[in-house]
């Protein structure tokens, strides 16, 4: 089973909301990712975690903070997003360390609509 | 730095006749080259990746690449188009440097089936 689910599919906020993203796998994947992705372009890394710790940011705003529970488990909290903050925000799994001839395995994304 | 080029923004195909889909790329060393698909507001689905070996890779779906070294190319191929390939295709290349170095996207190709 290659599967990673996300939680909501869609979500509205407002500027002042705080709002969380949900994904999940159960592939027993150790390396977990935060892409975003904007209309007509391709998916822009933003995090990696790496056996539950944060092992890459890609200078993302603060705005956006993940969490990683548990192996399984990814957070990605929102507070204060500005309207281009807009997206598809993807989560991924690969499973080891996150080793560059590794796969990763995508979920169906949340659309993210920032009012 | 890696990058990757994916030259064309549409490919338009007849149902039953073959595909390509173009991807050069630009690494220090030898790179790990993937591909990926995406139907419209899903997440991406890994279709292959060409590690080391031959240089024909086949994946998922009758989807088959050729990895070129000297033209540092990795094209994308199907023998006879199906309208269900219609979809949205990223090329994908890593480096292979010490470390967890980013999963790096083409800007897509969008595929068109035409019955």
């Known amino acids: 089973d290659t599967e990673v689910t996300q939680t909501p599919k869609h979500l509205v906020m407002g500027m002042t909301n705080k709002k969380s993203l949900k994904c999940e796998q159960h592939?027993?994947?150790?390396?977990m990712y935060w892409y975003k992705q904007k209309a007509k372009k391709p998916p822009e890394l933003m995090f990696v975690?790496?056996?539950?710790?944060?092992?890459i940011n890609e200078s993302v705003p603060s705005r956006f903070s993940p969490e990683c529970p548990n192996s399984s488990l990814l957070n990605l909290h929102l507070h204060a997003l500005q309207p281009e903050d807009s997206a598809l925000y993807l989560c991924?799994?690969?499973?080891?360390?996150?080793?560059?001839?590794?796969?990763?395995?995508f979920g169906p994304g949340t659309r993210l609509l920032v009012l | 730095a890696q990058s990757v080029a994916q030259p064309e923004d549409q490919v338009n195909v007849a149902e039953g006749n073959p595909l390509t889909v173009k991807c050069t790329y630009s690494v220090s060393g030898n790179p790990y080259l993937f591909w990926y698909v995406q139907y419209p507001n899903r997440g991406l689905q890994f279709l292959l990746k060409?590690?080391?070996?031959?240089?024909l890779v086949k994946g998922s779906y009758g989807f088959e690449a050729e990895f070129n070294k000297s033209q540092t190319s990795f094209h994308l191929k199907k023998p006879s188009a199906l309208v269900s390939d219609s979809a949205l295709y990223f090329c994908a290349v890593r480096e292979p440097l010490s470390g967890n170095t980013p999963l790096v996207f083409g800007k897509g190709t969008r595929l068109s089936v035409i019955a």
């Open positions: 975690y790496s056996y539950e710790k944060l092992s």
């Open positions: 060409y590690i080391t070996g031959d240089n």
């Open positions: 991924a799994s690969s499973p080891s360390r996150g080793l560059i001839q590794e796969t990763q395995y």
């Open positions: 592939m027993g994947h150790r390396a």
